[in-house]
């Protein structure tokens, strides 16, 4: 039974905000979509709703309440605005040097002040992992294959990386081979991140080694930001070399959970929910 009467879905780009789409509409139940300009991508435009910049809060809370939203989920990516193009309304251009100071402080900072403001406006805002069910990542393998004992120790270090600069709002990835830090995710997303490993210099003959980590980072609202692997991170993982991709389970949302398993199946990696008994081996 939802906590809410009508959710408002504030879109960004990726698969998300349209996972959260179809679930209200196989579930039957209304809600209220508004697209974040600049950021929404080219399937959820095709959907009936409205366009707000991310520095029209007014405008953002006035559509919320015209269309009798109770509760807010933040899906997808929203890409940082530039300050100096960012066009506010009256509520925008009061929330503007909070917002200003939080980015200073790093993307998730940002996101925070979002929340704070719907909150204090007595809206429930609520995760993608509470509006869609099945996404959250379960404890341990989720396909055929498993990590080896090297492969949770590198899994482990590579989740202590992420939890260690954390504080510095730097990303909720990093790859891990036999003991060695390949890459940790900074501004191009995990994507890209890979890609970057992909390139790095391989012997022919060197078998696949590695793993992909994604956890949050320390303090992160868990709300508006869980991490996120889905097929195509297992193409990017397969391409650079490792051996599986590994998210902490119940903090790590898995899109397209079916086609993911059984491309990670396919191509022999591991695709693993892992747990604080990983990080802390008895």
């Known amino acids: 039974m939802a906590r809410w009467r009508k959710l408002g879905l504030i879109a960004g780009g990726g698969a998300l905000p349209m996972r959260v789409v179809a679930e209200r509409e196989a579930l039957g139940e209304p809600y209220h979509l508004i697209r974040i300009a600049g950021s929404a991508d080219a399937p959820i435009n095709s959907k009936l709703g409205d366009e707000c910049g991310l520095g029209e809060a007014g405008k953002i809370l006035r559509l919320l309440r015209e269309a009798d939203c109770d509760a807010v989920c933040f899906a ?18 009061a929330l503007l040097p909070k917002i200003i100071a939080a980015a200073a402080r790093g993307d998730g900072a940002i996101l925070d002040v979002l929340v704070e403001t719907l909150e204090a406006e007595n809206f429930l805002v609520v995760g993608a992992d509470e509006a869609v069910r099945g996404l959250t990542a379960p404890q341990g393998p989720l396909g055929a294959h498993a990590p080896s004992t090297d492969d949770v120790a590198d899994i482990a270090k590579a989740a202590a990386l992420i939890n260690a600069i954390g504080p510095f709002d730097v990303g909720q990835a990093a790859v891990v081979a036999s003991g060695h830090v390949l890459a940790v995710e900074a501004a191009e997303g995990t994507d890209a991140m890979l890609s970057r490993c992909a390139a790095l210099p391989r012997a022919p003959e060197r078998k696949r080694e590695g793993v992909l980590v994604k956890r949050p980072k320390p303090g992160q609202e868990l709300r508006v930001d869980l991490p996120v692997v889905g097929p195509e991170t297992v193409r990017r993982a397969q391409a650079a070399g490792l051996r599986g991709v590994a998210v902490e389970a119940g903090l790590a949302l898995v899109m397209n959970r079916d086609e993911a398993i059984a491309l990670a199946d396919e191509a022999g990696l591991f695709l693993y929910g892992f747990s604080e008994a990983d990080l802390n081996p008895q």
């Open 76 to 93: 997808g990516v929203v890409r940082r605005p530039d300050f100096a193009a960012l066009k506010v309304d009256w509520r925008g251009a």
